[in-house]
Every structure is written in C-alpha cells, then in structure tokens.
C-alpha cells in the first residue's frame, strides 16, 4: 500500500483469505491496522470517525483504540491488531499475524 492513501485522518480496507483489516491513518500520520469488526456488534471500523489515535463505531459509538484495539470507557471488547510497519514509503502488514485464526 503505498504511503499516498490513505490520507491524513483516513482509513482503507485490506480484504485477506480470512478477514477484512481496517488501515488508519492518522492526522499525525501514524498508521495502524485493525480487523474491520467492532467487537460489540460487528460494525465496520473503516467507516467510522477517527479522531486523535481512536476511532468511533458507526453502529453505536463504541470508541475502539487504534494502537491496542481495546475498546475505551466503559465498554469491554478488543478489536485484532495488526503490525504495521513502513518501508521505503510503503506499507507493510504482518500477513503471518493476518492469516492466523
């Protein structure tokens, strides 16, 4: 995935054999990659609104860390993270860490 998408405060979809990861990118472009699965309902992370290294739930509001994938408050729940690593301006998923379970 090369560095120019997703852009600042934006995420993108990787589809693999077993499941879909959300990459965000945040307006302090630091990148992070989570299963695109909110542990509460199942809704789509990438379709929710980052704001600093969090991002909101569209289904119902839960706030889901970037960096752990813990869910924040009072909610309980963790959404997979995945390594991303930036070589050469790209980025790089650890595909061993995203094929296993």
């Known amino acids: 995935m090369d560095l120019s998408t997703p852009s600042a405060a934006r995420r993108r979809t990787v589809k693999t054999p077993r499941r879909e990861i959300a990459v965000f990118r945040t307006a302090t472009s630091e ?11 199942g809704g789509p992370l990438s ?11 569209p289904l119902h509001n839960w706030i ?17 993270s995945f390594p991303v690593k930036i070589e050469h301006g790209r980025i790089y998923l650890d595909m061993n860490v995203a094929a296993a379970a």
């Open 47 to 57: 379709e929710g609104i980052v704001h600093g290294r969090k991002v909101a739930c």
């Open 31 to 41: 990148f992070f990659a989570l299963e695109n699965k909110c542990p509460h309902k």
């Open 64 to 80: 889901i860390d970037l960096e752990s994938g813990e869910a924040t408050g009072a909610d309980h729940g963790c959404a997979r």
